[in-house]
């Protein structure tokens, strides 16, 4: 068991299951420039590093020769998804299972979400699932200037709410998170219910592998 003061939690894959509204979102954007549509499933292993990251990616896949874009195009695709994505991201997107329940758990807790999205997407997306109270503090990507695997993001929120690094657990679904955490000196836990298997993050190591959220409950007080 880790004693912990502070909790980071990565949001797309770790709080809430956004699969469906991020692809639709991608695709909208792609037909709007004129490129043929993805799987969802071929979206969702794009997530995790940011919008442009995301589109930059997405645009690569739907290209007839895998060719990057033009820095035009790019640009163009970003603020497209990101129109899109401000009427889609409430359509399907949900908590997954017992993430309320376990927060609640954890309400002694200094609590933050850290995440690569766009800040003015989170607590829209909080209050709308009804956990933006159990959060002290919200981080996006774009309050930084290095996003996830640079561990800015952990550090500025370690500093906001007192923390401690040994004191200090990141959670998340990705190597991204992961990585962060390590490099900022916090315990790391991966959960696999999100956009990574369980032998992906295997991989990478983390303190704590969970394989659902409730399952923070046996490892941290």
Do not use: W
């Not at 790019?74 to 899109?84: D, E, F, P």
Request: proline letters at 5%; glycine letters at 6%; a negative charge.
């Amino acid at each position: 068991m880790y004693n912990v003061d502070l909790m980071l939690f990565d949001l797309d894959g770790t709080l809430i299951d956004s699969r469906t509204d991020l692809a639709r979102s991608v695709n909208l954007m792609l037909a709007d420039l004129g490129y043929p549509q993805l799987s969802e499933e071929k979206i969702a292993s794009f997530v995790g590093d940011g919008v442009p990251t995301l589109t930059k990616r997405s645009l690569i896949a739907a290209h007839p020769n895998h060719e990057p874009p033009a820095d035009e195009v790019h640009q163009r695709s970003i603020k497209t998804m990101l129109a899109h994505y401000e009427t889609q991201m409430v359509v399907a997107t949900c908590l997954y299972p017992d993430v309320k329940e376990t927060l609640q758990h954890f309400k002694e807790k200094h609590k933050a979400v850290v995440t690569s999205k766009e800040s003015r997407f989170v607590k829209p997306l909080l209050v709308h699932l009804g956990i933006a109270d159990d959060f002290d503090y919200l981080i996006g990507g774009d309050m930084v200037k290095l996003r996830k695997p640079d561990p800015e993001c952990v550090f500025a929120a370690m500093r906001q709410l007192g923390g401690v690094p040994e004191k200090t657990v990141m959670i998340g679904d990705s190597e991204n998170d992961i990585l962060a955490g390590r490099a900022a000196g916090t315990i790391t836990c991966a959960v696999t219910i999100g956009f990574r298997t369980t032998e992906q993050m295997r991989e990478y190591q983390p303190d704590v592998l969970v394989e659902s959220f409730a399952g923070l409950k046996d490892y941290f007080v």
